[in-house]
């Protein structure tokens, strides 16, 4: 039996693609999905200012996907559900196993990334 979503799940849906529209923000939640990090960690490994991670890490936070945990002077990340990144995981096959290497599909992503 197939299953059909609400209309709610796409509104909601849209939101949190629009937040995850950024390559960084996904490299984040990446790089905190199995141990926490401090923004210290994240500015070394993105290669990116402090400001930008911490902006970053403040819209996901905001959005309820990442938590934070105090210990001293420092600020510990960590992704509160790694479901979030499976999209990220099935596209990225897609791209490797050649499944949206298609003439057809390939002229559409790129027109719709354009966009």
Known sequence: MKELLPKIAFINNAKIYKL???EKRLEILNNIKFEEKRVEELVR?????????S?????LRHAGLVTTRRKGLNVYYKIVDAEIVKPCVILYNLWISGGMSQPR??????T???K
Do not use: D, E, P
């Open 20 to 22: 995850l529209a950024n």
């Open 45 to 53: 490994i993105l290669g990116v200012s402090k400001a930008n991670v």
């Open 112 to 114: 719709l990334i354009a």
């Open 105 to 110: 599909l390939r002229s559409k992503v790129k």
């Open 55 to 59: 902006q970053h890490l403040a819209l």
